[in-house]
Structure formats: C-alpha cells, structure tokens
C-alpha cells in the first residue's frame, strides 16, 4: 500500500473512487506558478468541491483558513481548514471521469523528494486516474536564447517522452527528456558526463514526479512555465489558460468572474478577467496603496 493517505471530507461521498479521472497535479517549483494556476481553476471552475486531503510524513505541517471561502462562507473549499494537501472534484458524484485538482501548499522535507515522488505517483497508480496533467515552473535563466530570458513561455514534456497532440495544437512545445539511464557499453562517456551532472537536476520538480509517474505506468504530461520570480499571477492565468486548452475547458464551464476582480489596485486591467480570484490572494501582494493626502 502506498504511503500517501487520503482522508475523505465529513460532506464527500463516502467512497470517492477516483478510477478513470483526469488529474491536475502542481508542483512546487519556481514562483509557485502550478499552485497559483491551480487556485485560480479551483475557484472558476463550475461545480469545483474539495472532497478530501492528502498526508504523508514528508509533507511539512501546514494550516489556514479556507483559500476560497467568501464572506458568507461558501466556497469551492467548503470552510474547512486549509492543509498541506487538498483534492478538489468537479461534480459530486463517486463515478469515474471527472476532473480532480490536489492542491499542494506544504513543501517536502529535504532529502524527501524523491521518496515523496514516488510515493505520489504509487497513490495515482491506485487509485487507477486515468491521467495526470502536472503544472510546474522553471527559472526564465533556463531559457536556450538571451532575448528569451525575463519573458514567459511554455514547453510540456510527458511520462511517454513522445509529444502530446493537445499541446502542440494548443502551441506549447514539446520537451524532449533523458531516459535517466547511463546507456550501456554503447553510451558514449559525453552521454555520460551529461547524466551524471544532470542526476541532481532530474531529482528536482517536476523531473523527480515525472520519472515516477513513468516508473508506475502512469499516463501524465507536464506544462512548464519558464518565467521570473515576483508577481506570477498573470504567469498563473496564462498556464490555467493553457490548462482549459489542453483539457478543453470552455467558458461554459467557468463562474463568471466578479467585476471588481479585473482590475488591479491602480486600476489597470488584469490579465485574469476569465478567472475567478481566490479571496486568499487578495493582500498577497500588498494591500491598496494609502492615500497620499494621509501625510500631507
């Protein structure tokens, strides 16, 4: 049995069976980028429930007041208690088919990602998911060109290593990765090399969860935001925005966001008018600036 445990919320059906969903699974990686995507699909998509928690002894202690939770207390979170690692379910019901999210809030120990991959993966193989889309992010200094660095972009890379048609369609190149191994007596001592520096590197995310998604025969593809750290919400619209083509999420399946969530404090647009803001993120970067005529 896996070491991941999953506790089903007091309101969820009393067996979730999870066989033959479609799970959105975030890393934590650079800016937060997954997270941040993940939050804003929670929030936007119609019919969004948590249905449980995720724990595990490598996940860090985490807690907070409900993410999504309104004034008047309703939410896709149900008001209970934020933790470390949340699953939310489009669609009440126990069948299989639905899309899950598992929003992950805590870090891992050091030391532990591997192991915690691994353990990941095993629970989706379980649990029988039909396939996992992961959400991750690197450092723009990661980009192949200069005139390429301090922008945004999107790549994906899949367990299969082959492309992925949604992708390429939606146009979100393909990544071509390693197989991780040395390669014999026919690889070359450059091949190597290369693996041998490359080891540290494919243990952090999303290379770690995806060698084990692999490992467990588990069909996933990962979109990787290569972007810089600081304000990543509108990096965050764009990838739930490559999400809902890569899943086929239309507007039909969207809360209509509210008005006053368009526009940023200064009352510029925001790239985020098709989604729906968590009302967590609403002091993440600050509150609204003090009137000037304060210290007159």
């Not at 091949?191 to 025969?217: E, F, G, I, V, Y």
Request: proline share 6%.
């Amino acid at each position: 049995a896996s070491v991941m445990e999953f506790h089903p919320s007091l309101d969820a059906p009393r067996a979730v069976s999870f066989a033959g969903d479609t799970l959105i699974l975030p890393v934590v990686s650079h800016g937060n980028v997954g997270q941040l995507a993940t939050d804003l699909l929670v929030a936007s998509v119609t019919g969004a429930r948590r249905v449980g928690c995720l724990d595990h002894p490598a996940l860090l202690p985490c807690a907070g007041r409900d993410a999504f939770a309104s004034h008047d207390g309703d939410g896709p979170g149900g008001g209970h208690i934020a933790l470390g690692m949340e699953v939310y379910r489009v669609g009440g019901g126990g069948g299989g088919g639905a899309l899950c999210l598992a929003q992950q809030r805590a870090e891992v120990t050091p030391g532990s990602r591997r192991s915690f991959a691994a353990d990941v993966a095993a629970w989706i193989a379980e649990r029988g998911f039909a396939e996992v889309v992961v959400l991750a992010s690197a450092p723009s200094t990661e980009a192949k060109a200069p005139g390429e660095i301090g922008g945004t972009s999107f790549q994906h890379v899949t367990a299969s290593n082959a492309p992925d048609d949604r992708c390429v369609a939606a146009g979100i190149a393909h990544r071509k990765t390693s197989g991780g191994g040395g390669g014999g007596a026919t690889a070359t001592a450059d091949q190597k090399t290369r693996d041998d520096d490359d080891d540290d590197h494919r243990a952090l995310p999303p290379w770690s969860l995806m060698r084990a998604l692999r490992a467990a025969n588990v069909t996933a593809v990962a979109l990787i935001a290569t972007c810089s750290e600081g304000d990543n919400t509108e990096d965050a619209a764009a990838m739930a925005d490559a999400v809902a083509g890569v899943l086929g999420l239309g507007d039909n399946e969207m809360r209509p966001a509210p008005t006053d969530e368009k526009v940023t404090n200064d009352g510029s647009e925001r790239g985020l008018s098709r989604w729906t803001i968590p009302p967590s993120w609403r002091a993440a970067y600050g509150q609204q600036p003090m009137a000037s005529e304060l210290f007159a």
